[in-house]
């Protein structure tokens, strides 16, 4: 069982629930920004030897975070990280594939998840970039965010063309549009 609506935050890079209007508090400033994959990410399920538990989401800056531990971290809301909700349980040190993305690593700052597969480290709230430590994740998710059709009358658009297509919403601040025009 998991849960979805996990982000990628392209600001500060952690990975953020992105469930409802409140986007948290991002350490890069003002609420995150998601970007990406959708996550689905497993809970309440054993512990086992490539699963880590004690990952939970945080209540206050909407981030993932380590509570695995006495030091709650360092939040971007200011203070320690603040438990809510499920106990979820992150794989790790597994084969990625189509529908799990690796480097995703705890801050050993911060205690937060965040993405490490880039040359940047984001922006962590302990100051500077975020510094991984012990396990490489594999975090599941879907493809792409659901695509919803986008339909378009031609009515401004100067062409003798109908004009129609897809673009899945949500999966970047920029919409990306595939566009097809149909030829007489």
């Not at 998840?113 to 975090?139: E, I, N, S, T, Y």
């Not at 339909?151 to 949500?170: A, E, Q």
């Not at 919409?175 to 030829?183: D, T």
Request: overall charge neutral.
């Amino acid at each position: 069982m998991g849960q979805d609506h996990w982000r990628f935050c392209d600001k500060c890079t952690t990975m953020f629930l992105d469930g409802s209007p409140n986007k948290g508090h991002c350490a890069a400033g003002g609420g995150h920004e998601a970007q990406g994959f959708m996550f689905d990410l497993p809970h309440d399920v054993p512990e086992t030897p490539k699963a880590q538990s004690a990952w939970r989401f945080c209540q206050k800056c909407n981030s993932m975070f380590f509570d695995g531990r006495p030091d709650k971290g360092h939040c971007a809301a200011g203070g320690g990280h603040q438990a809510q909700g499920f106990m979820f349980v992150l794989p790790h040190d597994v084969q990625e594939t189509a529908a799990a993305q690796a480097a995703w690593r705890f801050c050993q700052k911060c205690t937060s998840m965040f993405f490490d597969g880039r040359p940047d480290k984001g922006h962590c709230p302990a100051g500077g970039g975020h510094q991984a430590q012990g396990f490489m994740f594999v975090l599941p998710h879907r493809e792409f965010v659901r695509p919803d059709i986008l339909n378009f009358d031609s009515g401004p658009v100067t062409s003798p063309l109908p004009l129609g297509g897809i673009g899945p919403p949500g999966y970047s601040q920029k919409r990306r549009l595939h566009l097809h025009i149909a030829c007489p």
